[in-house]
């Protein structure tokens, strides 16, 4: 039998913290219409098993109880603070697109011309077409003028970072709803860290020279021996398309969390044409 990778445990999507609770009251009804069919066509059964009977009743009853409430609880926790949910993810939208659009400008791939709609798909069909980004950061690490570009880049993305994450991680994570998206982005960060911390050591900038030698150690290094260019490049990559992908899971799920409908709703109202003319 197979041993699970230790890792973090994650579902395949940001938004099954919902469906939970949910199914347990699902299931739950469906237990409990179930015994009322049962009790219909043999009802002799639950009679000669009063025991059992309760026992089951009790289990049904508090399940639903506790998804019910469960529920209620967490909907009225998320409508509580939404826009404030909402302005935190807003923020690490941000964050995770100065990644990506970082990444792709430096490696040469960002779309040229006015930022319209459809500049923006147009970075991320860049950032997901594997094999040509793999090329153009390649061609970027074989280069020592922008390797030391690169190298700024991931200081100043992982400093931000840094500072979005401690602004706002203790609120999110208190909430199970939005705990799960913000472990992804710390993912984000914790690589940016890494693979600076790999540069700091092989590529050290200038003001990181009058550090300790020893501290310039970077934990990739320390854990697996020596790193080669190209594995260097498909992190890159995978980071690219990480930040890619959070900045579109996010901003899914903060207008989810309001709608762009309400933000609307909350403008005052225009006098017509009429009023505004004074007749």
Do not use: C, K
């Amino acid at each position: 039998m197979a041993r699970r990778t230790v890792g973090p445990r994650r579902s395949d999507s940001p938004r099954t913290y919902a469906r939970s609770t949910r199914i347990i009251g699902g299931l739950s009804v469906l237990a409990l219409a179930g015994a009322v069919v049962w009790d219909l066509t043999n009802d002799g059964f639950w009679f000669r098993h009063t025991l059992f009977t309760a026992l089951v009743a009790s289990l049904i009853v508090v399940a639903v109880t506790a998804a019910v409430v469960n529920e209620v609880l967490e909907r009225r926790r998320r409508e509580r603070w939404s826009v404030l949910a909402q302005y935190a993810l807003f923020e690490l939208v941000h964050t995770a697109r100065l990644v990506w659009t970082g990444l792709l400008e430096l490696a040469g791939l960002a779309p040229e011309g006015e930022l319209e709609d459809g500049a923006l798909a147009a970075g991320s069909e860049a950032v997901l077409d594997t094999p040509r980004l793999a090329a153009a950061i390649d061609e970027m690490l074989a280069s020592a003028d922008r390797r030391e570009h690169l190298h700024r880049l991931i200081t100043r993305l992982r400093a931000h970072g840094q500072e979005v994450l401690g602004r706002w991680a203790n609120v999110m994570v208190n909430s199970g709803t939005y705990a799960e998206i913000v472990d992804r982005h710390v993912e984000l960060y914790s690589r940016l860290y890494w693979w600076g911390s790999v540069l700091d050591e092989s590529d050290p900038l200038e003001e990181h020279l009058n550090r300790p030698r020893l501290s310039r150690l970077s934990p990739a290094t320390q854990a697996s021996g020596p790193i080669e260019d190209e594995w260097l490049r498909d992190n890159l990559v995978a980071i690219a398309q990480l930040a890619e992908s959070l900045d579109r899971s996010s901003f899914e799920l903060a207008m989810q969390i309001v709608p762009f409908e309400w933000w609307a709703a909350q403008l005052p109202d225009r006098p017509s044409t009429a009023e505004h003319l004074g007749t």
